[in-house]
């Protein structure tokens, strides 16, 4: 089904302006909310550096600009990430019902991430230590190398073995990062693992939002 371009215009616009309402709404959900129009009033007033809103307390200013603004925003763009990264994904195995765990790289990624945190940062290589992130890296790159060979890297590849190569690594890799936090004595690291792998911003504050 093929919109035509008028169509494809009022589509395009009507998302943009849901996705900024659902901002919006989404900075003011939490253990203290906030009325979507005092939200704004917030934001602008913080934006274009105009007087305080009188009718919200400055600590509630803070919760709204400091905290939650920078992790719907990250949030926001971890989202538009995800959707480029699924087109590639589906036009490299030619599916249009393609998922992230399909070729076994989310699952890849979480093996390397629940090692970095329960290592505490001390994973190091040639010197550097590893964060979460590049733990996460590393273990996507292995699961794709994985895929690669296991689906024959050397020839033509085929959907079907490209598909069937990732449902394999992606259940070897998730049952190596359940077992991996199931036998870690660490319960910190251990609960750590568990919001990464199932999508946490907390912790995300606000570096460098001018006043």
């Known amino acids: 089904m093929y919109l035509t371009k008028n169509k494809a215009m009022i589509v395009r616009w009507g998302l943009i302006i849901a996705l900024y309402l659902i901002i919006i709404v989404a900075i003011g959900v939490g253990s203290v909310s906030v009325a979507p129009i005092d939200v704004w009033n917030i934001l602008k007033s913080k934006i274009i550096n105009t007087d305080s809103i009188n009718t919200v307390s400055l600590a ?3 919760i709204i600009w400091e905290i939650r603004t920078p992790r719907v925003i990250l949030a926001a763009v971890s989202g538009a ?12 195995v030619q599916n249009p019902l393609a998922e992230p765990f399909i ?5 890849g ?3 390397g991430a629940v090692v970095a945190i329960l290592l505490g940062g001390m994973l190091t290589v040639y010197g550097i230590t590893l964060g979460v992130a590049s733990g996460a890296f590393i273990g996507a790159i292995v699961a ?3 895929v690669l060979l296991l689906a024959g ?8 073995r490209l598909i069937l190569a990732g449902a394999v690594v992606s259940a070897l890799c ?3 990062s359940n077992f991996i936090i199931y036998m870690a004595a660490d319960a910190e690291g251990m609960q750590s693992a568990a919001f990464w792998t199932m999508g ?3 912790g995300n504050l606000r570096y460098g939002f001018g006043y």
């Open 60 to 62: 509630v200013q803070d």
């Open 81 to 92: 990430g995800l959707a480029l990264a699924g087109l590639v994904m589906q036009a490299s």
């Open 103 to 107: 070729l076994g790289i989310a699952s």
């Open 109 to 111: 990624a979480s093996v």
């Open 144 to 146: 794709t190398l994985g």
């Open 153 to 160: 890297i050397r020839q033509r590849l085929s959907t079907v």
């Open 174 to 176: 998730t049952a190596i």
């Open 200 to 202: 946490s911003f907390a």
